[in-house]
Structures are given as structure tokens and as C-alpha cells.
């Protein structure tokens, strides 16, 4: 089966980190992406893990353990305008690519 | 260059009409994805397809919806007989081929239904 966890919401203060989990089931693995989704907006791109280990890419990072089936999605210096839904999306096989519910991310002043 | 280009942006029918989304993929990606997304819910996907070919219709409903790539033209989703439970924003996505590409989405279709 498929399976996709992720919490719901987190609230974070700007200039803070935050970190959003994401474990996850897939009938086979073909990679891991993270897409940001602001509110009645299509999501766009953030990230892209298909070996172990962490990948920097500005104040974004996400980290992926294929093992446990286990990614992270770390904002680091957050911004007012990070304020939006972060969705997980493995690849499985066939190459589809299934989203999570994401996480709704509330940055406050 | 143009990104994924989806009309109409907003689409109102009445229950029993037939609802026609299309989706222009970006120059060069000949990959399409469709996904719905219900408010407050993640994307569930419903098709993959490449020019002239459905690849994979594992989340398509059995009845009324059908989807389409010609070799000319933009990609279509068709749902016939509308229903209110259709209501949602329909997300579609192109890739140039699989592999490590994010997907670059449209702006997305919401279809409403009365």
C-alpha cells in the first residue's frame, strides 16, 4: 500500500528554524520531492532526494533515509512569506508520484 | 517561455453538464500528470500520460472521467455528467521525461458545480 504521514500544522516564529517530517510507504521508490503550495496557488518545487542523507539548497534543506522511509524538510531564517503548506511526495514505482495531505506552516511575527 | 498553461482558470457547471479542462504542458515536456485536489486535502493523482498514450489511469474514477493527450494540441480532461462531489481544483503537470524533474504545475482548474 501507500502511505503518507506528515503533521497537520506547525506555527513557527520568523527568523526561526523549522524542521517538517514526513514518513512514508510506496509500492517501490523512485525518489522524493518537497513542494511549497501557497494558499489557492499551484504547488512549485523545492526539492528533490533519491539517495541518503542531506540536500542544501539555501535556507531550504531536506534530508532522506530510504531505510526508514523517512524525509525531513528543514527552513532555516523563515520568512512572513513561508508561510504555506509543504507537501511530501515520493515517487513509487511506475514512476507516479503520490503528495501527502502537507503540512500547514503558520509563520508569525 | 511559458510555464504549464491550464484554462479555463475557473469553471461553474450544472449537475448533469460535461466539464472539459485543458492543460498545454511547458515547450518540450512531454510528460502530463493530472492531479484533484479537494479544499483542505493533498493532491490525489489521477493520470499520467504522454502524447497519444495513457500511461497509468489507476486514479481515474471508473465512470464519467476520461483523460487525453493528442499529438496535437493540449491535453484534455473530460468529466461527463457533472456531480457536486466533482467540485475540487484540478492540478496538471508536465515533465520532460522521468527522472529526477520536479514537476512543473499549472495554475489549475476549480471546477464548481450547481
Known amino acids: 500500500g501507500q502511505n503518507i504521514d506528515q503533521p497537520t500544522e506547525m506555527t513557527a516564529t520568523e527568523g526561526a528554524i523549522v524542521q517538517i517530517n514526513c514518513t512514508y510507504q510506496t509500492s517501490g521508490f523512485n525518489g522524493l520531492f518537497w513542494y511549497q503550495q501557497h494558499a489557492g496557488e499551484a504547488p512549485t518545487f523545492l526539492s528533490y532526494n533519491v539517495l541518503d542523507g542531506l540536500e542544501e539548497k539555501g535556507r531550504f534543506s531536506s534530508f532522506l533515509s530510504r531505510s526508514k522511509g523517512y524525509s525531513y524538510l528543514l527552513l532555516k531564517e523563515l520568512q512572513m512569506k513561508d508561510s504555506a503548506s509543504y507537501l511530501c511526495a515520493p515517487k513509487g514505482g511506475g514512476f507516479k508520484t503520490i503528495f501527502g495531505a502537507g503540512t500547514r506552516l503558520f509563520v508569525k511575527a | 517561455n511559458a510555464g504549464v498553461m491550464q484554462n479555463p482558470r475557473h469553471l461553474v457547471r450544472r449537475r448533469g453538464q460535461e466539464a472539459r479542462l485543458r492543460c498545454s504542458p511547458m515547450k518540450g515536456h512531454s510528460h502530463v500528470y493530472w492531479y484533484r485536489q479537494l479544499p483542505e486535502e493533498g493532491l490525489k493523482f489521477m493520470v499520467y500520460?504522454?502524447?497519444?498514450?495513457?500511461?497509468?489511469e489507476s486514479g481515474m474514477p471508473k465512470e464519467r472521467f476520461s483523460a487525453e493527450f493528442p499529438k496535437e494540441g493540449p491535453s484534455i480532461l473530460r468529466i461527463q455528467q457533472v456531480v457536486r462531489g466533482d467540485s475540487a481544483a484540478y492540478f496538471c503537470?508536465?515533465?520532460?521525461?522521468?527522472?529526477?524533474?520536479?514537476?512543473?504545475f499549472g495554475s489549475g482548474t476549480r471546477l464548481t458545480v450547481v
Open positions: 503537470a508536465s515533465s520532460p521525461r522521468i527522472g529526477e524533474e520536479g514537476y512543473t
Open positions: 500520460l504522454q502524447k497519444e498514450n495513457i500511461i497509468d
